[in-house]
C-alpha cells in the first residue's frame, strides 16, 4: 500500500514521519527516530513501555569484517525520550546461538546472563528481556508495543474469533499466539508461529500485547500505526453499539465536591498507605476514569486485576476499590465515614496481598515488598495513585486509566455475543496456564494471579529495580516553604528541591512565589514543585496554602516558615499598631501555622517536621529594635511549647540567625542606607542594592568570631538539618547561626 493511501486509512493516529527529517539520518537515528515517534503518542504505547528494534550490517572492530548488529531499546528506557545510546546493541548471530544453549522454559532466565556475552562493542546498555522476541523474528525493523486497543483484543475472552474478524475487515494476517510470559520461550514461540503462517504481518499476544515489522524504518512504522489504528476503528464500532451501558451502567453519580472531598481524605490516604514507606500522590477524575468507578461492575472488574505485565508491574495485583456510597448524607460531607471504609478496605487488601505473596512465592522469591496499593478507586470522587515521585504517581494512574480502556475495549468486542465464563475455554489458555486459570468478567480477561506473581516477583524485575540509583536524602517528603520567595525561604526551597523534596514554595508576594517555583523545576522536575499565596496572618488562607499542598503532592511531611517583619519608620518611633503587626506576623501567625497543619499532620499520623524561623536578637537586647527582640523571643518559647503539643510524630525546632542582610525583603533600600548611616559607614548613593547590602553585612560580620557574613544559604541549611532524618532525636531545639556571637551566648 503507498504512503498516501495509508495516511488516508488513519482515522485516530497521525503519520508524523518527516522524510525531510529521515533523509539526513543513518540507521541507528532512523530506529531513534522512529522509536521517537512511536513514543509521542500515548495511545500508541505507554511511558517505558514496548521496545522497537532494528537489525543493521556494522563492521566489527575485531575482525574488520561486516557483521549484523540488532539494536534494541535498552531495558527500563522510554521510546519517547530515547536517545542512541539507550539502545542494547549485540551481535545477531550470537544471539541466535543461544537457542542451542536453551534448556528449556523452566532455565529459560539462564539465557538472560548470556546478553552481555554478545554485546556489541562492549555496549553497557543492559538488554531487554524483550531482546530475543525481536532477534528470532526474521524481519529488518520490529516494534512491540502495548496500544489500548491492541490490548483490548489481546485481552478479550473472544479475542482469538475477533482476531479472525479483524484480519478479514481490514485485509491483514495477525497471528494469535496465547499468553506466555515475556522471555526465551516465548522467542520460541513467535519464531514458529511466522514459520507456521507465512506472509503474516503481526502478532497479537494473549493478554499481553502486540508485534509489527517491516522491511524499512518507514515502512516499520507505517505498518505499527496503521494496524493500531485500524484495531481502534474496530473497537470503537462495537462500544458505540454499548453506549451507556458500558461496564453494566452509571449507578452512582459524581459528587460535585469531588475536589474538596479529595482534598480532605488524602492526607489520611496517604498516611494509610505510607505505614511501611510513604509516597507522593495523584489524583484524577477524568471522564473515563469516572465512567468506570461510577459503573455496576468496577468493582467486579478492578478485583480482577490488570492483563498486560506492561500495566501490572506498575499498579500491582490490583487497586484497591473502596466500596463507599457517595449519596449518603452526613454533616462532613461524608468524609468521615470514607475514612473509615478506606481503613476496612485497606486491611482487606493488605490480608489478601500477603495471601497472595504466600500462597506463589518460592524459596528464591524475593522478600514481600510493601502490601499497600499504588491504585485506589472511590466511586463519586475518581482514582488516586502513589509512587516514589510525582510523576511515578501520575504515570501509575495513567496506566491504570489505560487499563480501564483495555477493560472497555474487550467488554465492547463481547457485547451482544454469547457470554463467556471463568472456566470456559479461553484463547489465552496454553502451556503457561490452562483456562481455568483465567478469570474474566464482561469479556475482560485478568491475568492469573500465578503468572502476575511471576512477574512482579519476578528475579529479573528485582535486578532491574536494584540499578535504580539511590533515593535522595529528602525524596519522598512533601515540604511547604513558607516565605519561600526570597531570602532565606528561597534558599531553603532550593536545597530541598536538590535533595528529593516536593516542595510548595508560599509567600505573599505571590510574584516570587511563583518565581521561585520556576526555578526549583529547572533544579528537579516541573512536577515537584508548585506555588500558592499566603498571608501568614490569616488562618483562611493558610488552609488554602496547605490545601493547595495536598492537592499537588498528598499531603505534608515538613512546613518551614522563614517570613517575618522588622518594624521600623523614617523617625525610628515604633507605634503601637506597629507593635501589634510585629507580635502578630512574628509570633501568632507562627501558632496560626502550626495549628492548621496540625490536623494534617495527624490525619496522614506520620513523622513530621516543623522548623521556624527566631533570631539572634530573642537573647540579645538593643536599642530601637524592642518589638522585633520581644517577638523573637516569644517566637523561640512557641517552638519549646510547639514541640511539646505536637509530640511525638512531629518535631519542631528552629534557627536563631544573626542579621541576615543579602537577599532579605527587611532590608529595603532605605534600611540599608539609615543602618551604614548609624554606624558611620561610607557609602556612594550610585551604589547598587547589593553593594550596600555588602557593606552592611561586611560590618555586622566583623561583630561575629568568624568574621563571616550570615547568609540565606547557611540558615537554610541548618534549617534542613532540622528537618531531616539526621535530627529525628531532636525537639524543641534551636539552632544559632550568627557566626559565632558572644552576646547571644546561652545565658
Known amino acids: 500500500m503507498a504512503v498516501a493511501e495509508v495516511a488516508s486509512t488513519l482515522k485516530y493516529l497521525e503519520d508524523r514521519w518527516d522524510d525531510a527529517v529521515a533523509a539526513t539520518l543513518d540507521e541507528p537515528e532512523l530506529l531513534r527516530y522512529r522509536s521517537n515517534l512511536l513514543g509521542s503518542d500515548l495511545r500508541i504505547t505507554n511511558f517505558a513501555g514496548g521496545n522497537t528494534s532494528s537489525k543493521i550490517r556494522e563492521t566489527d572492530p575485531l575482525t574488520g569484517e561486516a557483521v549484523e548488529v540488532i539494536w534494541v531499546k ?24 543461544f537457542e542451542a544453549q536453551y534448556r528449556g522454559v523452566e532455565f529459560e532466565d539462564e539465557v538472560v546472563a548470556l546478553y552481555p556475552l554478545a554485546a556489541f562493542r562492549a555496549n553497557p546498555v543492559a538488554a531487554s528481556i524483550d531482546t530475543p522476541l525481536h532477534g528470532f523474528l526474521p524481519f529488518p525493523h520490529v516494534d512491540h508495543l502495548h496500544p489500548d486497543w491492541g490490548i483490548a483484543l489481546a485481552a478479550a475472552a473472544n479475542g482469538k474469533e475477533k482476531m479472525a474478524e479483524f484480519n478479514r475487515e481490514f485485509n491483514h494476517k495477525l497471528v494469535w499466539i496465547p499468553w506466555q510470559r515475556p ?60 453506549g451507556s451501558a458500558m461496564f453494566g451502567g452509571q449507578t452512582v453519580e459524581v459528587r460535585e465536591d469531588r475536589h474538596a472531598v479529595a482534598t480532605a481524605i488524602l492526607p489520611y490516604l496517604r498516611g494509610c498507605l505510607g505505614a511501611h514507606r510513604r509516597s507522593i500522590a495523584s489524583y484524577s477524575d477524568a471522564e473515563d476514569v469516572l465512567g468506570f468507578v461510577n459503573s455496576k461492575l468496577a468493582q467486579n472488574m478492578a478485583y480482577l486485576g490488570t492483563s498486560c505485565p506492561d500495566h501490572f508491574i506498575r499498579t500491582k495485583i490490583r487497586p484497591m476499590f473502596v466500596p ?26 493488605r490480608a489478601e496481598y500477603a495471601e497472595y505473596y504466600k500462597k ?41 486509566t489505560n487499563a480501564i480502556h483495555v477493560m472497555e475495549g474487550a467488554s465492547a468486542l463481547g457485547y451482544g455475543s454469547t457470554e463467556i465464563k471463568s472456566g470456559d475455554d ?136 522563614t517570613a517575618a517583619i522588622f518594624p521600623s519608620s523614617p523617625d525610628g518611633v515604633v507605634s503601637d499598631a506597629m507593635w501589634t503587626t510585629t507580635l502578630d506576623v512574628n509570633v501568632k501567625a507562627n501558632y496560626l501555622l502550626a495549628d492548621e497543619a496540625e490536623k494534617i499532620f495527624k490525619d496522614q499520623d506520620l513523622d513530621g517536621a516543623v522548623v521556624l524561623t527566631s533570631s539572634a536578637n530573642a537573647v540579645v537586647s538593643k536599642r530601637g529594635s524592642e ?11 512557641l517552638v519549646r511549647e510547639l514541640a511539646i503539643s505536637l509530640a511525638p510524630k512531629v518535631r519542631v525546632n528552629g534557627i536563631s540567625p544573626a542579621t541576615v542582610v543579602k537577599g532579605s525583603t527587611m532590608f529595603p533600600r532605605d534600611r540599608v542606607r539609615a543602618s551604614l548611616t548609624k554606624y558611620n559607614i561610607a557609602f556612594d548613593d550610585s551604589m547598587s542594592d547589593d553593594e550596600l547590602r555588602n557593606l552592611l553585612a561586611k560590618f555586622y560580620a566583623k561583630r561575629t568570631l568568624t568574621h563571616q557574613p550570615i547568609e540565606p544559604v547557611d540558615c537554610a541549611e541548618a534549617i534542613l538539618f532540622l528537618a531531616g532524618e539526621k535530627t529525628r532525636c531532636t525537639s524543641g531545639h534551636l539552632i544559632p547561626v550568627d557566626g559565632g556571637l558572644p552576646e547571644a551566648f546561652l545565658r
Open 360 to 400: 506463589h512465592a518460592v524459596a528464591d522469591s524475593p522478600a514481600m515488598r510493601d502490601p499497600s496499593p499504588s491504585v485506589v478507586l472511590i466511586p463519586g470522587i475518581g482514582m488516586f495513585s502513589f509512587g516514589k515521585n510525582k510523576t511515578e504517581a501520575r504515570i501509575v494512574g495513567e496506566f491504570y
Open 324 to 349: 463507599w456510597n457517595p449519596q449518603a448524607n452526613s454533616t462532613d460531607n461524608g468524609v468521615a465515614a470514607l475514612k473509615q471504609q478506606i481503613s476496612e478496605s485497606l486491611h482487606t487488601y
Open 627 to 637: 518589638a522585633y527582640d520581644v517577638s523573637k523571643a516569644a517566637l523561640s518559647h
Open 183 to 242: 522471555g526465551f520461550e516465548l522467542a520460541m514461540m513467535m519464531k514458529r508461529a511466522v514459520v507456521e503462517n507465512p506472509g503474516c504481518d503481526g502478532i497479537v499476544l494473549g493478554g499481553h500485547g502486540l508485534f509489527t515489522w517491516g522491511q524499512t524504518q518507514r515502512e516499520c512504522y507505517l505498518n505499527t500505526i496503521t494496524v493500531i489504528d485500524q484495531l481502534g476503528q474496530f473497537i470503537n464500532t462495537h462500544a458505540i453499539k454499548v
Open 74 to 97: 535498552g531495558s527500563g528506557g522510554d521510546l519517547g525520550g530515547i536517545k542512541r545510546g539507550g539502545f542494547a546493541t549485540l551481535y545477531l548471530n550470537k544471539l541466535l546461538a
Open 426 to 561: 479461553m484463547p489465552q489458555a496454553g502451556p503457561a496456564a490452562p483456562s481455568s486459570a483465567f478469570s474474566v468478567c464482561s469479556n475482560y480477561v485478568a491475568l492469573p494471579p500465578l503468572e502476575a506473581f511471576r512477574i512482579e516477583y519476578w528475579l529479573l524485575e528485582e535486578a532491574k529495580i536494584r540499578r535504580q540509583p539511590p533515593e535522595k536524602e529528602l525524596s519522598r517528603k512533601i515540604a511547604l516553604v513558607v516565605g519561600g520567595g526570597s531570602g532565606i525561604g528561597r534558599e531553603v526551597a532550593r536545597i530541598a528541591a536538590e535533595r528529593g523534596a516536593h516542595v510548595m514554595v508560599a509567600d505573599r508576594d505571590t510574584a516570587g512565589a511563583e518565581r521561585v517555583a520556576g526555578e526549583l523545576k529547572k533544579i528537579a522536575h516541573p512536577e515537584f514543585a508548585g506555588w500558592t499565596g499566603v498571608d501568614i496572618c490569616d488562618r483562611a488562607t493558610i488552609r488554602k496554602a496547605l490545601e493547595a499542598t495536598i492537592a499537588a503532592f498528598g499531603g505534608i511531611d515538613l512546613l518551614i516558615n
